[in-house]
């Protein structure tokens, strides 16, 4: 290497690398809630669909038979639906409430605690 030739390395400083860190940080920290926010509302759409078909089933077996049906079980024997859907926000399939009268099933709502976006209770949808 001649005289008075300075030679500069290549590549970034620890305070380059912490700063560029930092920013990854914020910028995660703003789309964090966003993304969660999201995930919850599609959970919410799904409930709506789901109770949607539900509730269809049970006046469409009201309809062709003349009554409600004794359980959900009934829904899927006469194939009204497929299986129970699991409730996006219990994830599990048990949870369903069912409002009964003297002649069976006439409505389903969901057996989540909690509240949604609206402040609405989810168990009263």
């Known amino acids: 290497m001649p005289r008075g030739v300075v030679h500069k390395e290549h590549g970034f400083t620890l305070v380059e690398l912490m700063v560029v860190l930092v920013l990854i940080v914020i910028i995660a920290s703003l789309a964090a809630p966003m993304v969660t926010s999201s995930i919850q509302r599609g959970r919410e759409a799904a409930l709506k669909e789901d109770l949607l078909v539900m509730r269809k089933a049970i006046d469409s077996y009201y ?25 996006p926000l219990t994830e599990r399939s048990d949870t369903w409430r069912e409002v009964r009268d003297d002649t069976g099933i006439i409505d389903i709502k969901s057996g989540a605690d909690g509240k949604s976006a609206n402040d609405e209770p989810y168990n009263e949808w």
Request: glycine share 4%.
């Open 63 to 87: 309809s062709d038979m003349g009554s409600y049906p004794e359980d959900m079980k009934q829904l899927m024997e006469k194939r009204y639906l497929r299986n129970i859907p699991v409730d």
